[in-house]
Each structure stands twice: as structure tokens, then as C-alpha cells.
């Protein structure tokens, strides 16, 4: 029921800058949360932020400092603000939303978008 396409994804060399948006369509938003995990090759899918509808922030260590994450309710988006953006940080990134009250039954993954860190 829930649509969501990311975008922003791209090159770019390390200490440089990116930024993630992720529009969702087609749920009503009420309890909520909206978050980035990302997927190495040859890897598991691993958290890198989250943001409750609440305000609470989740991050993982190693992307502390260095990425922000952001919802708009206005626009149904949730963004990831990456600074000092290192090789190990490249992954395919994918959005995911949770609405808390459907449980396992209201959990969406977007496409993904690639994030390459390279000079």
C-alpha cells in the first residue's frame, strides 16, 4: 500500500557530499518510522538512520557525526544528509518505512539508489 522511491544517489570522491530523498505515497503517516539502510556487496542489509514520527533519532556508529537524518511531513519524505562521505559508505541505500500500529504487515522497502565513494 505504501510507495516509496528514493533518489539523490550518485559518485562522489571521499570527503565529498550527498543527499538522500525518499517520497512516499499511499499511507495515512500516523505512527510511524521512516529510516536508511544500506547493502555492500557480499553483505547484510544494515541500519544506518532512523526517525520516528515522534523525533527520535537512531544511528548507527559508524555513520554518527558524518549523516543526518530528516522527515517533512508536508511532503511525505524522509532525507539522509551525508558529509564526509568515506569508500566504505558505498552500498546500494534503501528507504524504509514501518508504520508501528500495522506491524510486520505495514513494513516497505524502496528500490534503492547506488552510492559510490571513489576517487
Known amino acids: 500500500q505504501v510507495q516509496l522511491v528514493e533518489s539523490g544517489g550518485g559518485l562522489v570522491q571521499p570527503g565529498g557530499s550527498l543527499r538522500l530523498s525518499c517520497a512516499a505515497s499511499?499511507?495515512?503517516?500516523?505512527?510511524?518510522?521512516m529510516g536508511w539502510y544500506r547493502q555492500a556487496p557480499g553483505k547484510q542489509r544494515e541500519l544506518v538512520a532512523t526517525?520516528?514520527?515522534?523525533?527520535?533519532?537512531n544511528y548507527a556508529d559508524s555513520v554518527k557525526g558524518r549523516f543526518t537524518i530528516s522527515t517533512d511531513n508536508a511532503k511525505n519524505a524522509v532525507y539522509l544528509q551525508m558529509n564526509s562521505l568515506k569508500p566504505e559508505d558505498t552500498a546500494v541505500y534503501y528507504c524504509?518505512?514501518?508504520?508501528?500500529?500495522?506491524?510486520?504487515?505495514?513494513?516497505?522497502w524502496g528500490q534503492g539508489t547506488q552510492v559510490t565513494v571513489s576517487s
Open positions: 524504509n518505512y514501518r508504520d508501528v500500529v500495522r506491524g510486520v504487515r505495514g513494513v516497505y
Open positions: 499511499g499511507s495515512t503517516f500516523s505512527i510511524y518510522t
Open positions: 526517525r520516528s514520527s515522534g523525533g527520535n533519532t
